[in-house]
């Protein structure tokens, strides 16, 4: 079946300093999968951050930005400058390429700890 | 507008005992998504409902694990009998067609 993988456990980050958490996926369906990051910021529920749905291109959000690598098999999470208010659990997650079913399958998800 | 609503937050049970969690997604939906979360698995997909059909019943869930979308405004997933190992928050989510899904805030469930 379909697998995601990313940086396992929680990231700690220095405000104002780069971010980057790792996301690797496996889909067995035909066609590209699409891309998703989400985020659950502390006492909320979960809401995309950013998706694409077309390999090679780039989304971005809140100032976060991912790029659909299909060579790689990657969806890397980046940031330039974090700040406090970016402290969350983020996810990375796909769904198949064929709509019809489209569940999304999730990593384990990154707690990133953003201290002034 | 409302976002997708799940009733209780918290639900604490014995061993044995049958729960019923509930969900309302955002009106219009028609996609309907429960999910377990779990800090050992991360989130698994239990059910998925398109217009009130059931289009994925969760596999290795199905034999305590059922839910239901009585219309398209409501749905529960109910878990008969109870197990210590079934502690979890159980996300509910909603769709419009092929869009993004929409979160619910949990209910975090104990069972003793």
């Known amino acids: 079946g379909d697998s995601v993988t990313q940086t396992e456990g929680q990231v700690t980050v220095s405000e104002s300093k780069s971010l980057i958490i790792n996301c690797t996926y496996s889909a067995t369906s035909i066609g590209y999968p699409n891309l998703f990051w989400y985020v659950r910021y502390p006492g909320e529920g979960l809401q995309l951050l950013l998706k694409?749905?077309?390999?090679?291109q780039k989304g971005s959000s809140r100032g976060f930005e991912a790029t659909y690598n299909k060579e790689a098999t990657s969806f890397h999470l980046q940031k330039a400058s974090v700040q406090e208010s970016d402290s969350a659990v983020y996810y990375c997650?796909?769904?198949?390429?064929?709509?019809?079913?489209?569940?999304?399958?999730f990593g384990r998800g990154t707690r990133l700890q953003v201290y002034a | 507008d409302a976002g997708v609503t799940q009733t209780p937050r918290h639900e604490v049970a014995e061993k044995g005992q049958t729960i019923i969690l509930k969900c309302e997604p955002v009106?219009?939906?028609?996609?309907l998504f429960w999910y377990r979360q779990t800090k050992i698995q991360g989130l698994e997909l239990l059910s998925y409902?398109?217009?009130?059909?059931?289009?994925?019943d969760g596999g290795a869930f199905k034999d305590r694990f059922k839910a239901e979308m009585l219309n398209s405004s409501f749905s529960t997933l109910k878990i008969q009998p109870t197990e210590p190992k079934d502690s979890a928050v159980y996300l509910c989510?909603?769709?419009?067609?092929?869009?993004?899904?929409?979160f619910g805030p949990g209910t975090r469930l104990t069972v003793l």
């Open positions: 989510a909603s769709r419009d067609n092929y869009a993004e899904q929409f």
């Open positions: 997650a796909l769904s198949a390429g064929t709509q019809v079913v489209g569940q999304l399958t």
């Open positions: 009106s219009g939906h028609n996609d």
């Open positions: 694409v749905i077309t390999a090679g």
């Open positions: 409902f398109r217009s009130k059909s059931l289009m994925e």
